[in-house]
């Protein structure tokens, strides 16, 4: 038996943050099996992010003409308009909606991206600061998707403005010499390649490596958001969320990175 280092160790379990996540994710979801489809539909409703909720205090009249409308459509029933505006701001909802997802696939494919970009962040960052930075990005999206549609009536469910958010922060040290991926796409056997300087933001608008994927990734995400703009199960691309979750990472880093 080949026994593991300390430093092995430490590697290993560095990013456990990301990790735990995931596995809440998946318990919520299976848990989430169990309920009958009203009281799932209840759930979701006090739990999932829906912009008409907040605007329902001030805009009370255009809220209740766009519930009708989506009624008369047969988007949702009239009881399921109600509950979703209810009667008051679900404060808790910007965070909360990031561990609700719409499906199996839904929660496989933002599983699969979590681990890949999460456990990065969270081997630099550290397993509290990660998930105080998974909270910060994830209301950061439910924001992003407010100003788009604040009388959205639609709920918003899903990590994957936080995994946007994981993305952003990420490219500010993958890239950077000694870094993660500065020196190939051969993967670090040790934290010191997560721990290193991370470059100025100067540094990183002229490298092209940097560039190269932060265009990538809004092009992949006007095409997936914009152009197809639903999912594999069927639901709608909240691409803005993923927008903010990507600009509060990239542009937050510094808030959660600890000094090197």
Not at 15 to 43: K, N, S, T, W, Y
Not at 203 to 228: E, H, P, Q, S, Y
Request: aromatic residues 14%; hydrophobic residues 55%; glycine residues 10%.
């Amino acid at each position: 038996m080949t026994q593991l280092t300390d430093s092995e160790r430490q590697f290993a379990h560095a990013g456990d943050g990301a990790l735990a996540i995931v596995l809440v994710l998946v318990l919520v979801h299976l848990l989430r099996q169990l309920l009958e489809p009203d009281i799932d539909f209840r759930l979701v409703a006090d739990f999932a992010f829906t912009p008409a909720n907040f605007s329902a205090s001030f805009a009370s009249e255009d809220i209740w003409r766009a519930a009708r409308m989506a009624v008369e459509r047969g988007e949702a029933s009239s009881a399921e308009v109600a509950l979703l505006i209810g009667l008051a701001p679900r404060w808790w909802t910007p965070l909360t909606y990031s561990f609700l997802h719409g499906g199996f696939t839904h929660i496989a494919v933002n599983g699969v991206w979590l681990l890949a970009f999460g456990t990065a962040v969270c081997r630099r960052f550290g397993v509290v600061r990660f998930l105080l930075f998974y909270a910060f990005v994830a209301i950061a999206g439910a924001l992003a998707f407010y100003l788009a549609h604040p009388l959205g009536l639609q709920p918003v469910v899903g990590a994957s403005a936080a995994i946007s958010g994981a993305m952003g922060a990420a490219v500010r040290f993958a890239f950077a010499p000694g870094g993660p991926l500065g020196g190939g796409f051969a993967p670090p056997r040790d934290l010191v390649a997560y721990r290193r300087p991370a470059p100025s933001l100067r540094a990183l608008f002229v490298d092209k490596r940097t560039m190269t994927f932060i265009v990538l990734w809004f092009v992949a995400n006007f095409l997936f958001g914009a152009v197809a703009p639903t999912g594999a199960d069927g639901a709608s691309i909240a691409w803005e969320a993923h927008i903010g979750g990507f600009l509060a990472g990239f542009l937050g880093f510094r808030l959660f990175d600890r000094p090197m």
